[in-house]
């Protein structure tokens, strides 16, 4: 008797590469264009044919894959590129990309929670100078109602550290309230926080750049907003 071979769900999806791994990039629904899924947004329909955002990519069942910014969700809803990509009826219900940003924006969060059970992060202004005065620092969380001058002593102090030791300057996540973070840290509010390189800051990375495609990270509103601006 001849036994069928496992077909993983990447290759039933996407067909295996010509090396037999699974393949690294995924189409686009919006642009057509191959992009690795890192920058992407996964999206599945749920027992009820609704689309469903994917943030962690875990979800059953067969994805469409979304350049993960605004423009591009809402050009395929506009287009009704989901039908297309579930070869299918796919229902949309209320606002897709409200309900994106809102599921990105929890999950970096919980991240930020994940960073404080694993002792990466400094948390409030003391810590946070004393982090960036001693060590590199991967991200910097600012809250969006934060004051300039707290940040700006900061913002010095981390990106001379991060140049000393031939690193990028932090990434900056302002997009969250003082109580938003507070939260995410036990805490009633918390306006500066840090966390260190390593393998959670690589992951918050990415969730951080999937997120910039639908809020800015850094507030429109601050005075300073061109200092936090980084550098290509």
């Known amino acids: ?6 077909i993983s769900p990447d290759e039933a999806e996407f067909g295996p ?35 469903t955002p994917d943030i962690q990519g875990k979800l059953p069942g067969r994805g469409a894959w979304v350049s993960s910014d605004r423009q591009s969700l809402e050009k395929v809803i506009a287009q009704k590129g989901f039908n297309r990509g579930f070869k299918g009826a796919a229902k949309i219900e209320g606002d897709l990309a409200a309900l994106t940003e809102r ?5 970096v969060l919980g991240l930020i929670t994940m960073a404080r059970k694993a002792s990466v992060i400094a948390m409030g202004f003391d810590q946070v100078q004393s982090m960036a005065r001693e060590a590199a620092i991967a991200l910097r969380i600012e ?20 140049r000393e030791q031939e690193l990028p300057d932090p ?8 109580d938003d973070i507070g939260c995410a840290l036990g805490r009633e509010s918390i ?12 992951s918050m990375k990415i969730d951080v750049r999937r997120l910039s495609g639908f809020r800015d990270l850094v507030p429109m509103n601050w005075p300073d907003r061109a200092h936090e601006i980084r550098e290509k």
């Open 103 to 107: 599921l990105l924006s929890r999950r």
């Open 171 to 178: 990434i900056v996540v302002g997009c969250f309230t003082a």
């Open 17 to 51: 590469d010509r090396r037999g791994h699974k393949p690294l990039e995924r189409r686009c629904l919006a642009s057509g264009e191959s992009r690795d899924p890192v920058d992407m947004v996964r999206f599945v329909l749920n027992p009820e044919g609704v689309v």
């Open 1 to 6: 008797m001849t036994i069928a071979p496992t």
């Open 191 to 202: 306006v500066h926080a840090a966390i260190r390189p390593g393998k959670l800051a690589k």
């Open 143 to 162: 809250a969006s109602d934060g004051s300039k001058d707290g940040r700006s002593k900061i913002r010095t102090l981390a990106k001379a550290m991060n």
